[in-house]
């Protein structure tokens, strides 16, 4: 167990919709790192916060957003889903720059 | 930007013998971490091993070792006495160090590789 939380284990939803992903970082990291994994893709990163602020942005949608509230843990929302859209979606945490933790992941399955 | 290339897409080995993995990767930075990350069927990320580019010593964790030759840009994974847990994906990952100046740390990832432990 990394201590990284992720809800919910798995989504099913439609095309055109919206949906929202959530994670909890370990205890006291103050960096969240959100990555997609995807068939065609692999292994991408999409963005990352640092105590709340937006740090750094990667292959990010714009139609995909996210924010870290003050207690750090963050939220990744995806909207007009399309089906290339269905992944798995990492969260991951870490407080020294030299190693992350992931959380166990959200499968999304746009149908 | 940097890339990272995991040239065996599939790979088998019988259960307890050695196997070993292979990554190559391309940067401009000389301030990095390398990783192998071990992914099983469950989907979960497992860091393995790190290593540290200043480091000339190889990592070494149990059954896992690597054989780092930062000249070549080389970072190949041995696994020893493969065992049936061993089975799963491996991705080489790449990560700039904070000693490289400001920026994102993200992790950068190969496309993996597909290790099967035969009984």
């Known amino acids: 167990d990394s201590g990284v939380t992720q809800t919910p284990k798995h989504l099913i939803t439609a095309t055109g919709q919206r949906v929202t992903l959530r994670c909890s970082p370990r205890s006291g990291d103050l960096s969240v790192y959100w990555y997609q994994q995807s068939l065609d893709q692999g292994l991408q990163f999409l963005i990352q916060y640092y105590n709340g602020e937006e740090r750094a942005k990667g292959n990010i949608l714009e139609r995909f957003s996210a924010q870290q509230f003050p207690d750090l843990h963050s939220e990744l929302n995806l909207s007009s889903l399309e089906l290339g859209d269905s992944a798995l979606y990492f969260c991951?945490?870490?407080?020294?720059?030299?190693?992350?933790?992931f959380g166990p992941g959200t499968r999304l399955t746009v149908l | 930007a940097q890339t990272v290339t995991q040239s065996q897409p599939e790979m088998s080995v019988q259960e307890a013998e050695t196997v070993t993995l292979s990554c190559t990767y391309d940067?401009?930075?000389?301030?990095?971490?390398l990783f192998w990350y071990k992914q099983p069927p469950s989907r979960q990320m497992i860091l393995v091993i790190r290593?540290?580019?200043?480091?000339?010593q190889n990592a070494t964790e149990n059954r896992f070792s690597v054989n780092f030759q930062k000249a070549a840009k080389s970072f190949s994974l041995k696994i020893s006495d493969s065992q049936l847990g061993d089975t799963a994906m491996y991705f080489c990952?790449?990560?700039?160090?904070?000693?490289?100046?400001?920026?994102?740390?993200?992790?950068?990832f190969g496309k993996g590789t597909k290790l099967s432990v035969i009984p």
């Open positions: 290593q540290e580019a200043y480091k000339q």
């Open positions: 940067t401009s930075e000389n301030n990095y971490y």
């Open positions: 990952a790449f990560m700039k160090s904070a000693y490289s100046g400001a920026g994102s740390y993200q992790l950068t």
């Open positions: 991951a945490s870490s407080s020294s720059y030299n190693e992350q933790f």
